[in-house]
């Protein structure tokens, strides 16, 4: 398996545009995450998947951000209208029920 | 709400020490707790996982322990080298309805000196 995968691994945007991540989990694997990494507020949890179902989505820090997950193999995360102060590394990570989660090498947002 | 606190935040040892790095966290009611390391620039790489019913969990040279009713987990790594330089962080799983629910600490930063 190739583990989890993020796409792209680098977005330079101007303020106001449009974001799009996203994400393919591991086959198999029936939960999925999105974090952000800051350096102020380290590694946040944004929202939760289960069997592609949002179960948590507390951690959304606006409306400006939403995400989806049509089936099990694919989710975004959708930032509009990006401001500078949403540039950080966002994660994705999947998991099969309790076991151990599976990391992303992650998509550096960069909001100029 | 689930807190997790690591200390320190940043350590430097000479290559051949032991390390020992802490986690705290406040809701003794986990399910399990991880152990996860994370290179610059690098997604987190999963190192040890303990279930809420156990005490202790070893990998090579590395080994962590669970005490879930005083909130606490260490990770050892014995024997340091420079390839163990890293940000290692604590992270509780909480079952909350359905899945897994992570809370991570802010991490301790190991610099490990030739």
């Known amino acids: 398996d190739a583990g989890v995968i993020q796409s792209p691994r680098h977005e330079v945007t101007e303020m106001g545009q449009e974001v799009t991540l996203r994400c393919k989990p591991i086959?198999?694997?029936?939960?999925l995450f999105w974090y952000r990494q800051t350096m102020m507020r380290g590694l946040e949890l944004l929202i939760y998947f289960n069997n592609n179902v949002p179960i948590d989505d507390s951690g959304m820090p606006e409306d400006r951000f939403s995400a989806k997950m049509p089936n099990a193999s694919f989710s975004t995360l959708k930032i509009q209208p990006s401001e500078p102060r949403d540039s950080a590394v966002y994660f994705c990570?999947?998991?099969?029920?309790?076991?151990?989660?599976?990391f992303g090498s992650g998509t550096r947002l960069t909001v100029v | 709400k689930q807190e997790v606190t690591q200390i320190p935040a940043a350590l430097s040892v000479p290559e051949g020490e032991n390390l020992v790095l802490n986690c705290s966290f406040t809701?003794?009611?986990?399910?399990?707790l991880q152990w996860f390391r994370q290179d610059p620039g690098k997604g987190l790489t999963s190192l040890l996982l303990?279930?809420?019913?156990?005490r202790e969990q070893t990998s090579g040279r590395l080994n962590a322990s669970l005490d879930k009713s005083s909130g606490r987990s260490t990770l050892y790594i014995a024997a340091s080298q420079p390839g163990d330089s890293a940000t290692y962080l604590c992270a509780v799983g909480m079952i909350k309805a359905a899945g897994n629910k992570l809370t991570f600490g802010g991490g301790t930063r190991v610099l490990v000196k030739p």
């Open positions: 303990i279930q809420s019913s156990q």
């Open positions: 086959s198999g694997h029936n939960s």
């Open positions: 809701d003794s009611a986990i399910y399990n």
């Open positions: 990570a999947s998991s099969l029920r309790f076991v151990g989660y599976t």
